[in-house]
């Protein structure tokens, strides 16, 4: 990791934003936005994670870009899994 | 390099301490190679006797040798150990843990404890699956498909499952050391481009090792716990789905093939070279391919389940992706064979395995591309094609690969050079058995002899007897090695630093090396394969 | 040995290891270790959530019916638990890159309470699943119907998959809990003991990458367990 030191400020910001982002979810989740529900609680649950990773797990602030591959390595093979397992499912019915 | 007299008796890793204590504590890479060496070939001649049984069995069209319950679990225990304890750690476990810190110029690998638990993960991986063995058995084929593994079958399904899960965390392990190691470690002035091309074979491998493994290890404790509990994930009787389950263990399972034979074409780009006297061609090339076969490779685990259920569409994608995998390997078929145009040829022991990969894995490979071809597979699916197809790539590849390079760095491990004409004698063994073999396989399975039957119309029975008749000449060609290598242990003549006259840092050490691996830290100034500027191969001492 | 060459420095860093040439690289190779150990999880979870998707789009109401049934209150509390417990732990890696051993152990120690409170309340949740009769198996029998269609009855099938699921996947997220807990009980000591200065701290820093990594499953997991369809 690098020596950069992240200041008292930026970690209290970062935990008091997942913790709003939190109970956003968890609001957003009674009121009834149809299929957008779920689009919109993983669109912030995918904040809140950017958020840990990028600051607290200082990503953002690594000098060694090896880091950030292998994150988005990592990433880009689940996407894989899921999607072209979800391509067999989603087309199974037109055959 | 010690300019004083070459004797057996100088310091090295090997007579720096002796005592069991020092081999099953050692954090020595070099060491942990031997401790996976001993392993893997008891492993090795484990699943080659569940071979040897099945061919027997096979000699004859009726079922007479053993019911039809122990046939499928001979073949489900020769898959399984064959796979995930010979294979699969093989080359890296062995070849990869002796060479990657030499040929980086490093003292040891990142993390010499992790790679020590590795080892023991491995037997004690090992343990349980002999335990489940000898108490008997599994017969769900080493696929493990449900409903069968999870609900029907009666044997240890989920013994196997868990030594197959804990083997996979030490695949992991041994891929999370190299890549740490190749990336953190490089001597000074050893930039990526100069890297010998067994190191990024052995890169892509750690690539899909870490992606890929944990699948299969989340798969396992889904059908432990499915078969445990009663659950339904995987079971269409309650609402599950038995594709899931393919989905998932392919997802690994097909990229495991690449991890067994990706290192293995490492181990011929240094062989080619070496006995071509010549630079390999196409340096870059083969580097990038090898990282093209461990991304590409991922993208295709469906073409195991083309008639299984899944839908047209995402069949034709599969099927598509896997005739583009196909791409890369055929890149690294052209450049040896170029290296080798106009080469000054030496036949020895590794360039004859080295011969052997190329061609036998052609074969293997081409055939891949009938298998991917949706119509055709349609008619070989689950008949003796595909296993003469994939026999041909773990057997007359991967399995061929390593024995090149057993023979290649042997001076270097043990000091001592194993005698020439009986190491050739070996490869032609050995070659002439495979082909033996699997040949007639090809044709059984397209002529209609299903895979993991125990019994087969007599019509079959003249191919299946040849077939037999190969894998006892095969097995003689295995043992000869075993034999002549402890052999050279004791008698066998003293090894230079480079009897091959070969590139890399690993030969500008002493053989076999010292525990930190060089006198002086290395400092790179060379490119790789730079064999215009090698001197000739010198003569192996008399000696011993 | 021949491990210190003729021109050796005069002292090493006590924490550095013989095959390592600096302080830095050893540090550089212990960090890239742990994030490829993470890539790892990614996959490892990963093929429970490919499992957890199809499933979801296959059985839409049933696995909302089901999601419904668990407490959202406690799902909520626990997922503001984990995210103060990263905030615990980020601390106590400052705390050790500018030499403060006192604050490190308070931390660290806090972290370990948050922690022990999350699997805690898990407890409490899975309690009350056994006591409805939701783990699967042969007692699993679940009361209800799908939300909106009170006459139509959950099929119990797809809610014994849905808890497969709920319970595979923060089953296997707590034992990561737990080995967190353990590995974080040890640094404790390790800090009380004065070992972490500034100029080594890698175990702490790994540790933490690890501890973030668990949250950020908790934090994917929450929504998509708890929240599935909360409208009705």
Same mark, same amino acid.
Request: proline fraction near 5%.
């Given at each position: 990791?690098?020596?950069?030191?992240?200041?008292?400020?930026?970690?209290?910001?970062?935990?008091?934003?997942?913790?709003?982002?939190?109970?956003?979810?968890?609001?957003?989740?009674?009121?009834?936005?149809?299929?957008?529900?779920?689009?919109?609680?993983?669109?912030?649950?995918?904040?809140?994670?950017?958020?840990?990773?990028?600051?607290?797990?200082?990503?953002?602030?690594?000098?060694?870009?090896?880091?950030?591959?292998?994150?988005?390595?990592?990433?880009?093979?689940?996407?894989?899994?899921?999607?072209?397992?979800?391509?067999?499912?989603?087309?199974?019915?037109?055959? | 390099?010690?300019?004083?007299?070459?004797?057996?008796?100088?310091?090295?890793?090997?007579?720096?301490?002796?005592?069991?204590?020092?081999?099953?504590?050692?954090?020595?890479?070099?060491?942990?190679?031997?401790?996976?060496?001993?392993?893997?070939?008891?492993?090795?001649?484990?699943?080659?006797?569940?071979?040897?049984?099945?061919?027997?069995?096979?000699?004859?069209?009726?079922?007479?040798?053993?019911?039809?319950?122990?046939?499928?679990?001979?073949?489900?225990?020769?898959?399984?150990?064959?796979?995930?304890?010979?294979?699969?750690?093989?080359?890296?476990?062995?070849?990869?843990?002796?060479?990657?810190?030499?040929?980086?110029?490093?003292?040891?690998?990142?993390?010499?404890?992790?790679?020590?638990?590795?080892?023991?993960?491995?037997?004690?991986?090992?343990?349980?699956?002999?335990?489940?063995?000898?108490?008997?058995?599994?017969?769900?084929?080493?696929?493990?498909?449900?409903?069968?593994?999870?609900?029907?079958?009666?044997?240890?399904?989920?013994?196997?499952?868990?030594?197959?899960?804990?083997?996979?965390?030490?695949?992991?392990?041994?891929?999370?050391?190299?890549?740490?190691?190749?990336?953190?470690?490089?001597?000074?002035?050893?930039?990526?481009?100069?890297?010998?091309?067994?190191?990024?074979?052995?890169?892509?491998?750690?690539?899909?090792?870490?992606?890929?493994?944990?699948?299969?290890?989340?798969?396992?404790?889904?059908?432990?716990?499915?078969?445990?509990?009663?659950?339904? /994930?995987?079971?269409? +009787?309650? $609402? &599950?789905?038995?594709? #899931? %389950?393919?989905?998932?263990?392919?997802?690994?399972? !097909?990229?495991?093939?690449?991890?067994?034979?990706?290192?293995?074409?490492?181990?011929?780009?240094?062989?080619?070279?070496?006995?071509?006297?010549?630079?390999?061609?196409?340096?870059?090339?083969?580097?990038?391919?090898?990282?093209?076969?461990?991304?590409?490779?991922?993208?295709?685990?469906?073409?195991?389940?083309?008639?299984?259920?899944?839908?047209?569409?995402?069949?034709?994608?599969?099927?598509?992706?896997?005739?583009?995998?196909?791409?890369?390997?055929?890149?690294?078929?052209?450049?040896?064979?170029?290296?080798?145009?106009?080469?000054?040829?030496?036949?020895?022991?590794?360039?004859?395995?080295?011969?052997?990969? /190329?061609?036998?894995? +052609?074969? $293997? &490979?081409?055939?891949? #591309? %009938?298998?991917?071809?949706?119509?055709?597979?349609? !008619?070989?699916?689950?008949?003796?094609?595909?296993?003469?197809?994939?026999?041909?790539?773990?057997?007359?590849?991967?399995?061929?690969?390593?024995?090149?390079?057993?023979?290649?760095?042997?001076?270097?491990?043990?000091?001592?050079?194993?005698?020439?004409?009986?190491?050739?004698?070996?490869?032609?063994?050995?070659?002439?058995?495979?082909?033996?073999?699997?040949?007639?396989?090809?044709?059984?399975?397209?002529?209609?002899?299903?895979?993991?039957?125990?019994?087969?119309?007599?019509?079959?029975?003249?191919?299946?007897?040849?077939?037999?008749?190969?894998?006892?000449?095969?097995?003689?060609?295995?043992?000869?090695?075993?034999?002549?290598?402890?052999?050279?242990?004791?008698?066998?003549?003293?090894?230079?630093?480079?009897?091959?006259?070969?590139?890399?840092?690993?030969?500008?050490?002493?053989?076999?090396?010292?525990?930190?691996?060089?006198?002086?830290?290395?400092?790179?100034?060379?490119?790789?394969?730079?064999?215009?500027?090698?001197?000739?191969?010198?003569?192996?001492?008399?000696?011993? | 040995?021949?491990?210190?060459?003729?021109?050796?420095?005069?002292?090493?860093?006590?924490?550095?290891?013989?095959?390592?040439?600096?302080?830095?690289?050893?540090?550089?190779?212990?960090?890239?270790?742990?994030?490829?150990?993470?890539?790892?999880?990614?996959?490892?979870?990963?093929?429970?959530?490919?499992?957890?998707?199809?499933?979801?789009?296959?059985?839409?109401?049933?696995?909302?019916?089901?999601?419904?049934?668990?407490?959202?209150?406690?799902?909520?509390?626990?997922?503001?638990?984990?995210?103060?417990?990263?905030?615990?732990?980020?601390?106590?890696?400052?705390?050790?890159?500018?030499?403060?051993?006192?604050?490190?152990?308070?931390?660290?120690?806090?972290?370990?309470?948050?922690?022990?409170?999350?699997?805690?309340?898990?407890?409490?949740?899975?309690?009350?699943?056994?006591?409805?009769?939701?783990?699967?198996?042969?007692?699993?029998?679940?009361?209800?119907?799908?939300?909106?269609?009170?006459?139509?009855?959950?099929?119990?099938?797809?809610?014994?998959?849905?808890?497969?699921?709920?319970?595979?996947?923060?089953?296997?997220?707590?034992?990561?809990?737990?080995?967190?807990?353990?590995?974080?009980?040890?640094?404790?000591?390790?800090?009380?003991?004065?070992?972490?200065?500034?100029?080594?701290?890698?175990?702490?820093?790994?540790?933490?990458?690890?501890?973030?990594?668990?949250?950020?499953?908790?934090?994917?997991?929450?929504?998509?367990?708890?929240?599935?369809?909360?409208?009705?």
């Amino acid at each position: 990791m690098s020596e950069h030191i992240v200041s008292l400020k930026t970690n209290v910001s970062v935990w008091l934003a997942l913790l709003v982002l939190t109970g956003v979810t968890a609001g957003v989740a009674f009121i009834d936005l149809g299929p957008f529900n779920t689009v919109v609680a993983l669109v912030i649950a995918t904040c809140k994670a950017l958020m840990v990773v990028l600051i607290f797990m200082h990503v953002k602030y690594a000098s060694d870009k090896m880091v950030k591959v292998v994150v988005i390595s990592a990433l880009f093979f689940l996407m894989l899994l899921l999607g072209l397992s979800l391509a067999d499912y989603a087309t199974r019915m037109l055959s | 390099m010690a300019t004083a007299a070459i004797t057996a008796e100088r310091e090295n890793y090997l007579n720096q301490e002796y005592g069991i204590k020092s081999w099953l504590l050692t954090v020595d890479h070099k060491r942990i190679a031997l401790l996976y060496l001993l392993s893997i070939t008891f492993f090795f001649f484990i699943g080659g006797f569940f071979a040897l049984l099945i061919r027997l069995e096979l000699l004859t069209p009726a079922g007479d040798l053993v019911q039809a319950d122990t046939y499928n679990k001979l073949f489900t225990m020769h898959g399984q150990v064959m796979v995930f304890f010979f294979l699969i750690p093989s080359i890296p476990a062995v070849l990869g843990n002796f060479l990657v810190p030499l040929m980086i110029g490093a003292k040891d690998l990142a993390f010499p404890r992790i790679n020590l638990l590795s080892w023991y993960l491995y037997i004690i991986a090992g343990i349980l699956m002999l335990h489940c063995m000898l108490t008997g058995g599994v017969d769900t084929g080493w696929t493990f498909y449900t409903p069968f593994s999870t609900a029907f079958s009666n044997t240890k399904v989920i013994e196997a499952g868990l030594a197959i899960f804990v083997s996979g965390f030490s695949s992991i392990l041994t891929g999370l050391n190299f890549v740490v190691t190749i990336h953190r470690m490089r001597a000074p002035g050893m930039t990526w481009d100069r890297l010998p091309l067994f190191i990024w074979a052995h890169y892509a491998t750690s690539i899909i090792q870490l992606l890929g493994t944990p699948v299969i290890a989340v798969t396992l404790v889904l059908v432990v716990l499915e078969r445990a509990l009663h659950l339904g /994930i995987f079971d269409p +009787t309650r $609402g &599950g789905d038995p594709l #899931l %389950f393919q989905h998932l263990f392919w997802f690994y399972s !097909h990229p495991a093939v690449y991890i067994m034979i990706l290192p293995a074409m490492g181990v011929v780009s240094e062989i080619v070279p070496c006995f071509s006297r010549k630079r390999i061609f196409g340096y870059n090339f083969i580097a990038m391919s090898s990282i093209a076969i461990a991304v590409f490779g991922f993208l295709v685990w469906a073409h195991h389940m083309f008639v299984a259920g899944i839908s047209l569409y995402s069949a034709l994608i599969f099927s598509m992706l896997s005739y583009l995998v196909a791409v890369p390997s055929a890149v690294k078929v052209f450049n040896w064979t170029a290296t080798m145009h106009k080469g000054s040829i030496t036949f020895s022991t590794p360039m004859l395995y080295a011969f052997g990969f /190329i061609g036998l894995f +052609t074969m $293997g &490979g081409l055939t891949g #591309l %009938f298998l991917a071809a949706l119509g055709i597979d349609v !008619h070989v699916t689950d008949t003796y094609f595909v296993i003469a197809h994939f026999h041909y790539i773990m057997v007359g590849g991967a399995v061929m690969g390593y024995l090149g390079g057993m023979h290649f760095w042997w001076p270097k491990i043990s000091g001592r050079m194993y005698p020439e004409s009986l190491g050739r004698l070996a490869a032609l063994i050995v070659f002439l058995g495979f082909n033996l073999t699997f040949f007639p396989q090809f044709i059984l399975g397209y002529l209609g002899m299903p895979r993991r039957y125990w019994q087969y119309p007599p019509e079959f029975q003249v191919l299946n007897v040849l077939s037999t008749a190969g894998s006892t000449i095969l097995a003689v060609g295995y043992l000869l090695p075993m034999v002549y290598f402890l052999w050279s242990m004791r008698y066998g003549k003293i090894a230079p630093a480079n009897p091959w006259g070969a590139s890399g840092l690993e030969w500008k050490t002493t053989s076999p090396p010292p525990t930190f691996n060089f006198e002086e830290p290395p400092v790179v100034d060379f490119e790789a394969y730079d064999y215009e500027h090698i001197p000739a191969p010198q003569e192996a001492r008399v000696g011993g | 040995m021949l491990a210190d060459s003729p021109v050796a420095v005069a002292h090493h860093n006590p924490e550095l290891k013989h095959h390592f040439a600096d302080m830095e690289q050893q540090r550089d190779a212990s960090s890239l270790g742990m994030w490829l150990f993470l890539a790892t999880e990614v996959m490892f979870f990963g093929g429970m959530f490919c499992a957890y998707l199809i499933y979801r789009l296959w059985y839409f109401p049933d696995f909302a019916a089901a999601s419904k049934s668990l407490d959202i209150t406690l799902g909520t509390v626990n997922t503001a638990v984990l995210i103060c417990s990263s905030l615990t732990v980020v601390l106590a890696v400052g705390a050790a890159q500018l030499g403060k051993r006192q604050a490190q152990v308070i931390y660290l120690a806090l972290t370990l309470v948050l922690g022990l409170a999350f699997l805690g309340i898990k407890g409490v949740e899975w309690t009350s699943k056994f006591k409805e009769h939701h783990i699967p198996g042969a007692s699993f029998h679940f009361e209800g119907s799908i939300p909106d269609h009170p006459g139509q009855p959950v099929d119990q099938q797809h809610a014994q998959i849905f808890f497969s699921l709920y319970f595979a996947m923060t089953g296997m997220h707590a034992l990561h809990m737990v080995i967190g807990v353990g590995i974080f009980s040890y640094l404790l000591y390790q800090a009380w003991k004065g070992r972490y200065t500034p100029e080594y701290h890698t175990p702490l820093e790994n540790s933490g990458l690890y501890w973030h990594f668990v949250d950020i499953i908790w934090i994917y997991l929450f929504p998509l367990l708890y929240l599935i369809d909360r409208k009705k």
